[in-house]
């Protein structure tokens, strides 16, 4: 029975908005549990430089956080990578080496396919112990370097 009129079985359909919460729910979670991963390989205690014309990072690519932090009790800095401390560069070159083939293979064909590594290094810290971090970049493999700064204090 073909019938017309506005039965139940109209063909319309209802706008639910139960299911459509249900998403947003499960994409708020994945995307705080990525923000939280990359915050972590953060060095909290690492005081950056001030550089008032600093440009925005491009957040499209692939990137390698390694924390240089200066000791001021033992004269020394302290290389952190992938939450692990190093106290020298030479350490954790294997480790960073992993990370850039890793890198690689999660970059997808509408990004760039060089990952970048991004150097946060103490303010205190000697310039020499930044070209140590840079010394290992290029020893990885990777040539793209930025440094991580402050605009203000």
Avoid: C, H
């Amino acid at each position: 029975m073909a019938g017309g009129g506005g039965s139940i079985e109209s063909g319309e359909p209802d706008f639910q908005i139960a299911p459509m919460i249900d998403v947003l729910l499960v994409m708020l979670i994945f995307f705080m549990t990525i923000t939280s991963a990359q915050v972590l390989r953060i060095d909290k205690n690492i005081k950056l430089p001030v550089a008032q014309n600093a440009a925005r990072k491009d957040s499209s690519r692939a990137e390698v956080i390694i924390n240089v932090r200066w000791d001021a009790d033992l004269q020394k800095a302290v290389f952190t990578f992938d939450d692990k401390t190093y106290d020298t560069t030479a350490e954790f070159l294997p480790a960073l080496q992993l990370a850039k083939e890793a890198a690689e293979k999660q970059i997808s064909s509408t990004q760039n396919p060089n990952p970048r590594v991004v150097i946060r290094v103490d303010k205190e810290a000697p310039a020499l112990y930044a070209s140590q971090a840079m010394n290992a970049a290029a020893e990885a493999g990777i040539a793209d370097i930025s440094f991580s700064t402050v605009n203000r204090e």
